[in-house]
């Protein structure tokens, strides 16, 4: 079962206070790991009560991992890799019953799965995931899942020291072009771009190599290399990027083109020194997953015609709001793509440049040799343009150029970071724009998240706890009417309950009335209060929109939007 999923069933059975449970999703959040581990670290559950209760919850008996020993009979039986990916590990055997404790026993595809690799009939008992992990690690070599990609690793590459960060570095080159390394980075690699991660982190520790895919915003650990390769594996992603693999003082930046699967893959590949080593982080460009179709990313009617009628307006600007990875590069590109004609000139000031664009002309900013974003939209202005995206609206500087150009004909399109709508207005203004350039120049204003969309394929009906429907301000009236679901976990979204993203969006277009209230510099609750008298869902009452429809989940309403108060 999905984390946050478990998370709500945990309150539904009052284990837990909310209070915790949030705690808890922030740890995680910022941190890594399980909730439920969260949760019995921060001392608001402990592991006793939390076995009894998937036992309770699915119906079988609960295993207690804590004293586990292998049995390397009973292990060999069941392939690490279809242990990690299942999150399951053999108990014990008696005749042809094979016991295995699962993180999830209601996968009947990982019970078939192992019916047919055996050949025994499958008992199964639950643990938590984090016990399960343990018990995997445990079992199983941390090797052994890459035994198929590391084949013949023992005789080709030579043990190496802890101390490596100190080898020659042709040592380290010689490594990196070793076959074994070659084929462990692309299998990696091309596994990452199988399930639809984002990006690829591989994370050095004291004694442990830790690998973890972002799929869906959210981070999964995926493998544990042998420690020994890890100068190798850097090495050679450092070769593949043309990095300096002689620096590892200091951070450095590439690129990685290379054509998988039938099409082009960009990776942005970033290294990092920590105590440990190199950390590197590749965020994976894959145009053929690029979506961008304004009608297919999530808008509400309303919102859409609002939005649309902003961008094909001929001069103004439209500044679109949110963290980073809440999609606002992917709303731009979508909005260009739409008012892309060939008789328009579109220019673009990016950092980086994600996506190339048939008939834009994109500039790749760069601080070093001083093309800022306000230097590459003062030579826009002498490019003849009617369309400019500024990547981010950084500073004064960039600000006022960007008003300037909205308000001499051109129409701007660019991102601040602030948590909503209303609030970007007061940002403009701290930021040192005087209020009626603001509203004179600005057509529309969004804010915008993404929200995990449930698992099409596993999908199920639930019942939300009175305590989330009043977290959420939902009535019993309206939870009547509405269609609550999540995902049980299946082989399509990797037993996760989730498969793909959506957008929650707040779409503000600059009314007289708003305009009267930024010249009197009006408070952001009182701009919110004017926008949603002009029919402005706002981010939480988007979210609760797709959620009675049954397209999301509560814990990812509660996750990425606050309350209306």
Not at 1 to 16: C, D, H, S
Not at 277 to 292: A, F, S, T
Not at 543 to 558: D, F, H, W
């Amino acid at each position: 079962m999905q984390q946050e999923n478990l998370g709500l069933k945990l309150l539904e059975a009052r284990l837990i206070k909310p209070e915790a449970l949030q705690k808890a999703q922030q740890q995680v959040k910022t941190g890594g790991g399980h909730l439920t581990a969260a949760l019995i670290k921060i001392g608001a559950l402990s592991e006793a009560d939390l076995t009894k209760f998937l036992g309770d919850l699915y119906g079988v008996p609960s295993a207690d991992l804590s004293s586990f020993a292998p049995d390397p009979s009973v292990v060999k039986l069941i392939p690490s890799d279809v242990a990690n990916k299942f999150q399951i590990v053999p108990l014990s055997k008696t005749g042809r019953r094979l016991q295995v404790a699962m993180a999830n026993p209601a996968n009947i595809f990982a019970i078939d799965d192992i019916k047919f690799i055996t050949g025994c009939e499958v008992q199964p008992m639950v643990a938590s995931e984090a016990a399960i992990k343990a018990a995997i690690d445990k079992a199983y070599d941390s090797a052994a899942s890459f035994e198929t990609v590391m084949r013949g690793m023992e005789d080709d590459i030579e043990v190496i020291e802890e101390q490596i960060d100190d080898a020659p570095d042709a040592t380290l080159l010689g490594e990196a072009d070793q076959a074994p390394v070659v084929k462990l980075v692309n299998s990696l690699i091309s596994d990452a771009v199988r399930k639809g991660a984002s990006d690829i982190h591989i994370e050095p520790y004291e004694k442990a190599l830790r690998v973890r895919f972002r799929i869906d915003g959210t981070l999964y650990e995926m493998m544990s290399p042998p420690f020994r390769m890890k100068p190798a594996i850097i090495s050679r992603l450092k070769i593949m990027a043309e990095l300096d693999i002689a620096e590892r003082r200091v951070p450095q930046d590439g690129r990685i083109k290379l054509r998988l699967l039938g099409r082009t893959i960009d990776l942005r590949v970033s290294s990092l020194p920590t105590i440990f080593g190199e950390k590197v982080v590749m965020r994976i460009l894959d145009k053929g997953n690029l979506n961008i179709d304004l009608h297919r990313l999530g808008f509400q009617e309303k919102a859409l015609e609002d939005f649309t009628k902003a961008i094909a307006m001929p001069y103004g600007m439209v500044l679109v709001t949110g963290p980073t990875g809440s999609g606002k590069t992917t709303t731009l590109y979508s909005a260009l793509s739409k008012i892309n004609m060939p008789d328009v000139n579109i220019m673009t000031a990016e950092d980086p440049v994600e996506y190339n664009l048939d008939g834009i002309n994109q500039v790749l900013v760069n601080d070093e040799v001083g093309l800022s974003f306000a230097a590459a939209l003062r030579s826009f202005l002498r490019q003849d343009p009617n369309i400019i995206m500024v990547g981010e609206i950084r500073d004064i500087d960039t600000g006022s150029i960007a008003v300037k150009a909205a308000l001499t004909g051109h129409l701007v399109l660019s991102t601040l970071h602030t948590n909503d709508a209303p609030s970007t207005i007061n940002r403009m203004v701290d930021m040192g724009i005087e209020p009626f350039l603001v509203s004179s120049s600005t057509n529309l204003i969004m804010a915008q998240r993404l929200l995990r969309r449930i698992c099409a394929s596993c999908k199920t009906e639930i019942r939300l706890h009175p305590e989330v429907l009043r977290e959420l301000d939902i009535s019993e009236a309206e939870a009547k009417k509405s269609t609550f679901q999540e995902g049980k976990g299946c082989l399509e979204c990797n037993n996760t309950g989730y498969k793909g993203r959506l957008g929650v969006y707040e779409v503000m277009p600059i009314t007289a009335k708003i305009r009267e209230l930024i010249l009197d510099r009006a408070s952001v609750a009182a701009l919110k209060k004017q926008a949603m008298a002009d029919g402005m869902l706002t981010l939480r009452a988007d979210g609760l929109l797709k959620l009675k429809n049954g397209i999301t989940t509560a814990e990812e309403v509660l996750k990425e939007t606050a309350p209306d108060r």
